[in-house]
């Protein structure tokens, strides 16, 4: 059974960071794409970031490029969202998902496996 475990969400003022980090119980996790998603109240979930298999590509909503880095550590199976000059429109809970389907898509509805989300505040 998957499972994919967030955290480090917090409340933080403006312009400040957190580091998300996403924990997966899967045995072949580096052959999973990872992706991080978000959702504010009343709003769609929405792509934030996304990463290959190995880590050599990247690719990020136009909102976050610049300020977001996604990264991932396979000997640890884990994918982490750095955020920094966070804004209060950033506010959402936060997500991470894999995909073993070598689409690189930022589709939510294409990713197998969800976390449960991690809440992030950024307060002006």
């Known amino acids: 059974q998957v499972q994919l475990g967030e955290s480090g969400g917090g409340l933080v003022q403006a312009g400040g960071s957190l580091r998300l980090s996403c924990q997966a119980s899967?045995?072949?996790?580096?052959?999973?794409?990872m992706g991080w998603f978000r959702q504010a109240p009343g709003k769609d979930r929405e792509f934030v970031a996304r990463?290959?298999?190995?880590?050599?590509?990247?690719y990020y909503t136009d909102s976050v490029k610049g300020r977001f880095t996604i990264s991932r550590d396979n000997a640890k199976n884990t994918v982490y969202l750095q955020m920094n000059s966070l804004k209060p429109e950033d506010t959402a809970v936060y997500y991470c998902a894999a995909d073993r389907s070598s689409l690189l898509t930022t589709t939510p509805r294409d990713y197998d496996y969800w976390g449960q989300g991690t809440q992030v505040t950024v307060s002006s």
């Open positions: 899967i045995r072949t996790f580096s052959s999973y794409d």
């Open positions: 990463i290959n298999r190995s880590g050599s590509d990247t």
